[in-house]
């Protein structure tokens, strides 16, 4: 009995503490809006030509990546969200710049509205004639 008593005691214990180690995990990754500063390129173009945009964007702290584009289109207005990826528990406290190029092709006339998201749910706006 005095072995069982000891083998129950031995596996209570770890079980007590590895839960407690597994509490104490902390998973640091989250994914946001980065902040588009400026959108440059030109504003009239012809239909069914690709035009470069560059896109500048900064992001919040050291642990920031630049992580994709996710864009949905409603006819002549376009929405744009540049997704970082935040990966740390301990960040440097430092704004990180950068640019990406957005490819625009339209492929009908007329004024196109794109909108970058900004991470308070405002946008940040460009105008692009197509003729």
């Not at 079980?15 to 407690?20: A, G, R």
């Not at 996710?70 to 970082?84: R, V």
């Not at 490819?103 to 006339?109: A, C, D, I, S």
Request: hydrophobic residues 35%; proline residues 2%; charged residues 20%.
């Amino acid at each position: 009995m005095n072995k069982s008593f000891i083998l129950i005691f031995f596996v209570i214990t770890i079980l007590i503490f590895s839960n407690c180690s597994k509490r104490q995990e902390k998973i640091c990754l989250s994914h946001t809006t980065a902040k588009v500063t400026n959108v440059s390129g030109p504003n009239n173009v012809l239909v069914n030509q690709e035009t470069d945009l560059t896109v500048e964007y900064y992001l919040d702290n050291g642990c920031g990546k630049f992580e994709g584009l996710e864009s949905t289109s409603n006819d002549y207005n376009i929405k744009i969200s540049l997704i970082a990826k935040y990966e740390g528990c301990v960040c440097t406290d430092i704004l990180l710049g950068g640019q990406i190029v957005y490819k625009f092709k339209p492929l009908k006339t007329g004024v196109y509205y794109l909108n970058f998201l900004q991470p308070d749910k405002t946008y940040l706006s460009d105008t692009i004639t197509v003729n």
